[in-house]
């Protein structure tokens, strides 16, 4: 079993992928839920930060800092740095964002390394939906450095349509140039769960397996 077909299991069994029917943000009706919430533990987020950085070296990217926007995205970057450390030797840095500035003490909004001028900042979130938190990020380095934002990691990519007819994380790759790597797609996902069982267990059978297809058929992005 591969790190992606290993990731799917883990979703599955933290509960943090579920079928049935949900309000996405956006108000679509979708058959299936990602909310990385739902990782709790600390084993869960050890896992979760070894499948990041597989995804990362797997990337081949090069950059200085992981930066990841608060709330969601502070314990992945940690995750993800201390895995990158253990497992493949890289010492990179890391940082997040207050919501509130603070106006007391060192002060400022970044937590951790401060980036400079020239430096290269990788982004990491758990699932994109219409890159709001994106695109305040890149709003927010604009204002501080003159950096230069090279990837975004997230887990897993829904491949739905953003504001047209490409994916969001098309949208933001397209919009400022950045490459996007997810440790998974939903295809990826489906075709696993529809062929294999998790824990004796078969998630997604026919039946709801053509409520997912329908639902991509419907709001998929052109590619």
Do not use: W
Request: hydrophobic share 35%.
């Amino acid at each position: 079993m591969g790190y992606k077909e290993s990731f799917i299991e883990l979703m599955v069994e933290s509960g943090v992928l579920t079928f049935g029917e949900f309000i996405t943000k956006s108000g679509r009706k979708s058959p299936y839920f990602i909310n990385t919430g739902n990782y709790r533990t600390g084993a869960q987020i050890s896992k979760l930060g070894d499948y990041y950085a597989r995804c990362i070296a797997a990337s081949g990217e090069e950059f200085d800092c992981l930066y990841g926007p608060a709330y969601k995205g502070i314990p992945l970057a940690v995750a993800a740095s201390i895995s990158l450390y253990n497992n493949f030797g890289k010492g990179i840095y890391y940082s997040f964002n207050r919501k509130e500035k603070k106006d007391h003490g060192e002060g400022g909004t970044i937590v951790g390394y401060v980036p400079k001028d020239g430096d290269r900042i990788a982004i990491i979130e758990d699932v994109v939906t219409a890159g709001t938190a994106v695109r305040e990020t890149m709003q927010l380095f604009a204002s501080m450095a003159g950096v230069k934002i090279t990837a975004l990691y997230v887990s897993c990519d829904r491949m739905e349509r953003g504001k047209g007819s490409l994916s969001a994380l098309d949208e933001l790759e397209m919009e400022y140039g950045i490459r996007v790597y997810p440790i998974v797609t939903i295809r990826e996902v489906i075709n696993y769960l529809s062929e294999n069982d998790v824990n004796g267990k078969r998630y997604l059978d026919k039946n709801l397996l053509a409520r997912v297809e329908s639902y991509l058929e419907k709001y998929g992005a052109e590619r």
